[in-house]
């Protein structure tokens, strides 16, 4: 039986922490649903305090945990999803069985998950949400038990921390190196920063060791913000993001609007989603450009792979890495070419990235259809 719907909005008409401080104090039992784009979050309260918590974004997955917190790696993790597929068995079983993680770890690193989750909310912005109330939470969840003033409080400093970020890092585009002059021999002790350290005597956009460390935005800007803060730091290139001209919004967004549906129709949807992206840039709770989007990753999945590109089989570099590193590309990009190797699948590598399996997917095929990836088929077993 459906749970009745207690309650709707989006952050501008109710802001998260009045939301949560409200569904607290009126000890409300439910699932509060989140959605800010693509990404979909759950928490589920019992009389007011939140029990557990989900979320569809891969960085926030058991897995990328425990590779963000280098307690595994990625050939552990492709191993025991390999075995999960065998055997129906939960990750964190297996790789207790496999000697990596004691039970206290799983249960340790399960719990800090779905805190990780719910504060990464406090630095969406913008998004919408649903009470449903009454709805249990699901079998699989690790219950954590937290009250909401905690919540509130450590999600307010990262809030406020994460605006003092973006005043120095204001995107993911932005380039870092090294200053090894000043290094200390403290923070070469520490093992976060030196191996930040280390990946940083080469430049490197701020999005691309987001994906190298399988880590959220916050926690690794965090580690490159005290670096800067200690003067070890040096901006390369900082661009800024990009911004709507309030002026021009209104007549700009319909200019799009028209323009991501005739592409939709058309039956562009690669090109339609790009456009309803920008719409969000310039309002961010446009109500079309949210169902568009959804909409047409839907009627791209289908085509994504065919009997030339399925997910079993094994992508590899049709161009020499000498000749890739003279090529431009984004973080996401770098990511899965740093990953092919003609030996795993196109599934082995989609489940080890922290990057959306439809993203991967649209990746591969336009690396595909650059002529920079071709596709062996399946090994047989």
């Known amino acids: 039986m459906m749970a009745a719907m207690g309650l709707q909005g989006d952050f501008t008409t109710m802001p998260l922490p009045d939301l949560l401080q409200w569904l607290a104090l009126s000890r409300k039992t439910g699932i509060l649903i989140l959605q800010r784009g693509e990404i979909v979050k759950e928490i589920y309260f019992r009389e007011g305090k939140i029990v557990a918590s989900a979320s569809n974004d891969p960085r926030e997955y058991f897995g990328q945990f425990l590779l963000s ?23 964190g079983r297996i790789l207790v069985m496999e000697g990596l993680l004691s039970e206290d770890e799983v249960q340790r690193f399960l719990r800090i998950k779905a805190e990780e989750t719910i504060y990464d909310l406090f630095l969406w912005g913008e998004g919408t949400f649903k009470f449903y109330n009454d709805a249990p939470a699901q079998d699989g969840h690790v219950a954590i038990e937290m009250e909401v003033t905690s919540i509130l409080m450590e999600g307010s400093r990262r809030a406020d921390e994460w ?26 002790q520490d093992p976060v920063y030196n191996r930040m350290v280390q990946i940083l005597e080469s430049p490197w956009r701020i999005g691309d060791l987001c994906l190298m460390f399988h880590a959220s935005d916050f926690a690794v800007c965090s580690v490159l913000f005290d670096l800067y803060r200690m003067g070890l730091v040096d901006i390369v290139e900082s661009p800024e993001p990009p ?22 129709n058309a039956g562009q949807f690669e090109a339609a989603i790009e456009t309803f992206k920008q719409v969000l840039i310039l309002s961010p709770s446009h109500s079309l450009a949210r169902a568009m989007i959804p909409k047409a990753y839907k009627e ?69 259809r650059d002529g920079l990836v071709g596709f062996l088929p399946p090994t047989e077993t």
């Open 69 to 91: 917190y280098e307690k595994i790696t990625e050939a552990d993790l492709m191993r025991a999803f390999s075995r999960q597929g065998e055997t129906g068995i939960k990750l």
């Open 300 to 368: 791209i999945k289908a085509s994504l792979v065919s009997d030339e590109f399925s997910i079993e089989h094994l992508p590899y570099l049709k161009r020499a890495l000498a000749d890739l590193n003279e090529l431009e590309f984004t973080p996401q990009e770098n990511y899965i070419l740093s990953r092919v190797n003609g030996s795993s699948s196109v599934q082995s590598i989609i489940r080890i990235s922290p990057i959306q399996e439809i993203h991967a997917l649209m990746i591969f095929k336009k690396l595909a």
């Open 163 to 188: 605006t003092r970020i973006r005043k120095i890092f204001p995107s993911n585009e932005t380039v870092l190196t090294i200053l090894p002059e000043n290094l200390t021999r403290q923070v070469l």
């Open 243 to 264: 911004k709507g001209s309030e002026v021009r919004a209104e007549e700009t967004v319909r200019t799009l609007c028209n323009q991501g549906l005739k592409q939709f």
